[in-house]
Structure formats: C-alpha cells, structure tokens
C-alpha cells in the first residue's frame, strides 16, 4: 500500500502523559499537513511543513503540541501533559508541490484516534 | 467562528434518489472548493472540486453547483447507491496562499436506504 499511513491508529492514554504520532506520507510527496477532527467536525488544521521545515501552525496548536519532520520524510507530532479535551481524530495529509504544475491533491491517512482519561 | 457551514447534518436518502448538500461561506477570497467523502475508520478522500470561474462542474454522478454572488455552493449526487453512505466533508482555501490551508465543514452523513 503506498498511501499515507499513520501509527498507532488507536491510543488510549491517561491525563498528564505524553504521546507521540507518527506520519508516513507518500513517498515523494514533500508537503505533510496534520489536521484534528473532533467528533461531528471537519477536519481542522494544525500544521504543515514543506520538506522539512514547518512553515505554518494554527492557534490550535498550544505550547504542549509539537510537530517534526526530521529528514522531510515521515513526521511525527507529540503532545505533552496530555488533557481530555485533546482527545480527537489526529489526520495527517501529504501532497506534492512542483514549480510549475502547483500542489497536488491532498492525500489523508486513516488518522490515529487519541482518547485521553 | 466556523468558516464554512454545512447543512444538512444528516441526510437519508433511499437508493436512486438524489442526495444534496449544502455549504456557505463568508471569505471572499476563498477560490477553491474541494468536497471530500470520508468512510468510517478512513481518512477523508478528495471526490470532486470547482474553482468559481464556473457554476457547475460534473464527475460522472457527483455534480458541483456553485453561487458566487451567494457564497454558496452544493453536492449533487444522482442515482444515489448504498456505497455512497458515508460522510461528506465540503472546504475551501484561498490558493493565493503558498499552500492549501483547507476550511472544511462539520459534515454531513449521507444513508442511502437500498
């Protein structure tokens, strides 16, 4: 499967801890995006990178959230101190940026969904 | 203060029917309107999308009407099938941006009674 894949698709954690997500995008897509659903929503967006440089966060993203994208490959977002409101669907998303045909369609992954006691 | 809004929340719709779902927005310089169709345990998956130099763009029986001087635009799906039950997802994105910061609805779930 050469898709978008994501790791874990489930984690239940306890309030406090830390967690981390991984993100294995399409292999020759060089823009990653991470989204959050919450229950009933849409897709929000937290944050993208561009190879390896991560270029925009929304609001959304507090001190505790941080995102990687070490070798502009796989991508990892890690939430610290962990609380129930952070419970939701964490998507991740790649696409491929050329200088003259513009971004591609973005490609989701099956998400990790985080519930958090 | 949610960008796009999408109605209705729930749709049922029997087999042959035609399914229609709606989305507002208020920024101007939104230009690009994905629909996404997103099935339980999947990520959302882009189905069909229009710029708003057009007022309808047709994918076999997915259908785009789009109102431009009304910041509204809808999903049509003909001959609705069973395996079209899932939930749909419209956004939209200003493309003079450097990158595709999509606004997506809150969804609506598509039945389609066989």
């Known amino acids: 499967d050469t898709g978008v894949s994501q790791n874990p698709r489930h984690k239940i954690t306890k309030r406090g801890q830390n967690v981390t997500f991984r993100c294995d995008p399409i292999?020759?897509?060089?823009?990653l995006y991470w989204y959050r659903q919450t229950l009933g929503q849409g897709p929000e967006f937290l944050t993208y990178?561009?190879?390896?440089?991560?270029?925009?966060k929304s609001r959304l993203l507090s001190d505790r959230f941080s995102a990687e994208r070490p070798k502009g490959s796989f991508s990892t977002l890690e939430i610290q101190r962990t609380e129930q409101g952070d419970s939701a669907m964490y998507l991740c998303?790649?696409?491929?940026?050329?200088?003259?045909?513009?971004?591609?369609?973005?490609?989701f992954g099956p998400g990790t969904r985080l519930t958090v006691l | 203060q949610q960008q796009v809004k999408q109605s209705p929340q729930s749709l049922i719709v029997q087999k042959g029917g035609i399914s229609i779902i709606n989305c507002a927005y208020e920024?101007?310089?939104?230009?690009?309107f994905p629909w996404y169709q997103q099935f339980p345990g999947k990520g959302p998956a882009l189905l069909i999308a229009?710029?708003?130099?057009?007022s309808e763009k047709k994918e076999g029986r997915f259908t785009i009407s789009f109102n431009k001087s009304a910041k509204q635009f809808s999903l049509h799906i003909m001959d609705s099938q069973p395996g079209d039950s899932a939930t749909y997802f419209c956004?939209?994105?200003?493309?003079?941006?450097?990158?595709?910061?999509?606004?997506f609805g809150s969804g609506t779930k598509l039945n389609v009674k066989p």
């Open positions: 998303a790649s696409s491929l940026v050329a200088a003259l045909a513009g971004e591609s369609e973005q490609f």
């Open positions: 292999s020759e897509h060089n823009r």
């Open positions: 990178f561009q190879n390896e440089a991560q270029l925009e």
């Open positions: 920024n101007t310089a939104f230009d690009y």
């Open positions: 229009i710029r708003p130099d057009v």
């Open positions: 956004a939209a994105t200003p493309t003079a941006y450097n990158f595709n910061k999509f606004y």
